[in-house]
């Protein structure tokens, strides 16, 4: 009940947010029902599924955050989605990885994001759960729109105002570490599951 309320919760509040660290807030409340999932399964499986998921999150979450920290302006000036309109032409390298790690929350393939839902949606499906990662799926896509909704702004919108970006090497270089990590975990899932299991 925990989980179906967090995931539906989150995306669908998501959506009505024009603030991203608001809309941020509340999809980290589906993600925390996706985590559910795998404590619901109650098997080994889901146990590793919730170690990995939490593990990409983190990046993910990192990655985010530490985009908009860059790209926020003085008294949160940038902190509306319209502020992210035209970035793929003014600052093309932020755009590009902030673009990759909404693909990754959106859960979409071959990123990290999306074997974390992966691997608890299996271990649900395999303690007869089907329902619930069936719901899961329906949530997951519900959250497509509003992370693809930024890529679109970025890349597909004229700018609306004027973002300087900071020019933080420490900040820029910690959200280049955790999309490389990112996309790592998409292509080699494997290597960290198996560590997983390791200690299980």
Known sequence: ??????????????????????????????????????????TSVGVAGVVFYLAVYTFMNLAAVGIVALIEGENDSNLEINSYSGLGTKSPVLAALLAIIMFSLAGLPPLAGFFAKYYVFIAAIKSGLTWLAILGIISSVISVYFYLRIVVLMYFKEAEGEVVPSKSFSGFFGVVI????????????GSLLDLINSYL
């Open 1 to 42: 009940v925990l989980s179906i309320f967090s995931m539906l919760f989150g995306s669908i509040v998501a959506i009505a947010q024009s603030n991203i660290k608001r809309m941020l807030a509340y999809s980290s409340i589906s993600h925390a029902g996706y985590i559910l999932i795998g404590l619901a399964s109650g």
């Open 178 to 189: 955790s999309v490389v990590l990112v996309i790592l975990l998409g292509i080699f899932p």
